[in-house]
Nanobody
Framework: QVQLVESGGGLVQAGGSLRLSCAASGRAFNTYTMGWFRQAPGQEREFVAAISWSGGATRYADSVKGRFTISRDNAKNTVYLLMNSLAPEDTALYYC???????????????????WGQGTQVTVSS
């Protein structure tokens, strides 16, 4: 069992930056693939980024590639999402998720993740 708590969301102007954090409690955090997803009002939850258990492999949605960076600190049981050059279309509730398996080929599918946080709101004003 893994519990996830996101933080770091807020209101930022277009072009600004935010860093989200996801603190995990429970066993074997360093064996989990971690992901970030987001959901805007009226839209489906979408994949943002994923990172392998070691941090050696990362994956990004095309919409955030080059602007967002996912990282993890296994000693602190924490995964991060650094978001630069934010745009209004990045406005959403951002969720952290964990899956007890390798990053694999279906890292983008929410159904592959067993544990979820409650989300942190990111609002980007134009």
């Amino acid at each position: 069992q893994v519990q996830l708590v996101e933080s770091g969301g807020g209101l930022v102007q277009a072009g600004g930056s935010l860093r989200l954090s996801c603190a995990a409690s429970g066993r074997a955090f360093n064996t989990y693939t971690m992901g970030w997803f987001r959901q805007a009002p009226g839209q489906e939850r979408e994949f943002v980024a994923a990172i392998s258990w070691s941090g050696g492999a990362t994956r990004y949605a095309d919409s955030v590639k080059g602007r967002f960076t996912i990282s993890r600190d296994n000693a602190k049981n924490t995964v991060y999402l650094l978001m630069n050059s934010l745009a209004p279309e990045d406005t959403a509730l951002y969720y952290c998720a964990a899956r007890p398996s390798s990053i694999g080929s279906n890292y983008y599918s929410a159904t592959q993740y067993a544990y979820w946080g409650q989300g942190t709101q990111v609002t980007v004003s134009s």
